[in-house]
Nanobody
């Protein structure tokens, strides 16, 4: 089990950038696949991006491909989401999640979640 804390959310203009961070506790961070999900008001929690435990594989939702980049620093127990060319439809609460080893895009496969960070993109 890992404890996750997101940061870096806020307000951005359309076309702008934000970088989200997710700091994890525990000594076994390097054995976890990490993912970002987002949830807009009245909508389901959607997959955004994920990275395998050993960084050899990443996955992105079609809606963010080419604009968002997920990365991790195992020495710092941190995963990042660089968000560029932001759009108003990217507005949501962004959640960091963890599961052992390999990527899944369905949130039901993730056991550990952060509290979320709000991202708001104005047009």
């Amino acid at each position: 089990q890992v404890h996750l804390v997101e940061s870096g959310g806020g307000l951005a203009q359309a076309g702008g950038s934000l970088r989200l961070s997710c700091a994890a506790s525990g000594r076994t961070f390097s054995t976890y696949a990490m993912a970002w999900f987002r949830q807009a008001p009245g909508k389901e929690r959607d997959f955004v991006a994920a990275i395998n435990f050993n960084t050899d594989s990443t996955s992105y939702a079609d809606s963010v491909k080419g604009r968002f980049t997920i990365s991790r620093d195992n020495a710092k127990n941190t995963v990042y989401l660089q968000m560029n060319s932001l759009k108003p439809e990217d507005t949501a609460i962004y959640y960091c999640a963890a599961r052992r080893f390999y990527i899944k895009t369905n949130p039901s496969y993730y056991n550990d979640w952060g509290q979320g960070t709000q991202v708001t993109v104005s047009s």
